[in-house]
Each structure stands twice: as C-alpha cells, then as structure tokens.
T-cell receptor
Framework: ETGVTQTPRHLVMGMTNKKSLKCEQH?????MYWYKQSAKKPLELMFV???????ENNSVPSRFSPECPNSSHLFLHLHTLQPEDSALYLC??????????????FGAGTRLSVL | GQQLNQSPQSMFIQEGEDVSMNCTSS?????WLWYKQDPGEGPVLLIA?????ELTSNGRLTAQFGITRKDSFLNISASIPSDVGIYFC??????????????FGKGTLLTVNP
C-alpha cells in the first residue's frame, strides 16, 4: 500500500463513452500527477497539479480532462477516446513541486481498454 | 529533450545470482530514483539518490549515483523469485525552482528462475 489509491483498477469503454478515473492520496501531499504507461515506452507525464492548480499540461489531447478539487483528489475525465489511448494510467503524488527531495509515490494504476 | 538509456532490456537469471542494471543519460540529473513495478501494479520506490558518488543500500539492493551525474546503477544480490518485475530508473533535475519532472528509462524486465 503506497498511500495512493486509484479506481477503478480496470476499465473497458467504447469510443463514444464518457468515464472518469479517480485518484486519492493519504500522504498529506500537495502535488498530484497523471502518467500514461504504454507497452515498451517510458512513462509519459500528462498533467501536474500543485496545491490544486494545474502547472503542466504536457500537450495532452482535449479528450483527456483532468480535475483536482483538492490536494487529496485527482480525476481524469475521458470522452471520445481512441483505441490507441488504451494503456495503464498511473496517478502519483509528492510533497509539492518546488521542494528538494520531491519523491513521487504511485498508485496501482487503471488499466484502460478502448474498444 | 533528456533521454535515459536503461540496460539491459531484460534479464533471465537463476535464483541466488547477483544482478546489475544501469542507466545513462545524455545530460545531468541531480536526483536518481529506482522503482520496481510488479505486474498489474504501479511503480514502487526502491532507492533515492541525491548526491553524485552516493552509494545507498536497501536490503539486498544497492544503487549508486554516478560521479558525472549522468548515470546510475542498481545491483541486487542473491536474487530470489519475488525480485521478478520491471525495474525503472528515473532522473530528476530541478529547473526554474520546480523539482518534479522525472525522466524514466524504458525498464529492465527481470525474471528469476527458482
């Protein structure tokens, strides 16, 4: 248990569906992250939030929409996805983005399949 | 952008053997991290290195931050079946006061034969 919980663990959706991924951290951190992990590729940073403010959008398509209502919760809203969006989506948290020794702790991920 | 070369891509060893893997970068980092990812799970932090030349152990794991700040290695001694998984290196460089961007290697898949 890393203190970062992601739900659901598995999700299958059609290209016209709308779904949301949820992440919750119990570590008292103030920064939260979304990553995409595809087979045989390095982890790709998607979004960064620091104290609920988005500080990075790494050129992610608008069909992915993040939401951070507070420092403990992070959502990723999905709509009209493409089959190539199928991947493991990982959430991470860290103390905050502007501090030394800013270690990121990961959740178990949501395995997403887009049909 | 920064790139990390992690090698080997995969290893197949016998239980009890020692393992070594490494990462090299085209540019410097001021933090090196090693994570392990089990199937169906997220990466779990194994060791964090903050200073060039630093050598840190965590049980049977030992990692070093290269003197040039462009490389790091991870050693596992006396491997056991539960060491199976994918090992990732990650480098972090403070930039403009921010300290969060991790550059990940592609991972080393370790298989341990009992």
């Amino acid at each position: 248990e890393t203190g970062v919980t992601q739900t659901p663990r598995h999700l299958v959706m059609g290209m016209t569906n709308k779904k949301s991924l949820k992440c919750e951290q119990h570590l008292g951190h103030n920064a939260m992250y979304w990553y995409k992990q595809s087979a045989k590729k390095p982890l790709e940073l998607m979004f960064v939030y620091n104290f609920k403010e988005q500080t990075e959008n790494n050129s992610v398509p608008s069909r992915f929409s993040p939401e951070c209502p507070n420092s403990s919760h992070l959502f990723l809203h999905l709509h009209t996805l493409q089959p190539e969006d199928s991947a493991l989506y990982l959430c991470a948290s860290s103390p905050r983005t502007h501090v030394a020794k800013n270690i990121q702790y990961f959740g178990a991920g949501t395995r997403l399949s887009v049909l | 952008g920064q790139q990390l070369n992690q090698s080997p891509q995969s290893m197949f060893i016998q239980e009890g053997e020692d393992v070594s893997m490494n990462c090299t970068s085209s540019s410097i980092f001021n933090t090196w991290l090693w994570y392990k990812q089990d199937p169906g799970e997220g990466p779990v932090l194994l060791i964090a290195l903050y200073k060039a030349g630093e050598l840190t152990s965590n049980g049977r794991l030992t990692a070093q931050f290269g003197i040039t700040r462009k490389d790091s290695f991870l050693n596992i001694s006396a491997s056991i079946p539960s060491d199976v998984g994918i090992y990732f290196c990650a480098g972090q460089l403070s930039s403009g006061g921010s300290n969060y961007k991790l550059t990940f290697g592609k991972g080393t898949l370790l298989t341990v034969n009992p």
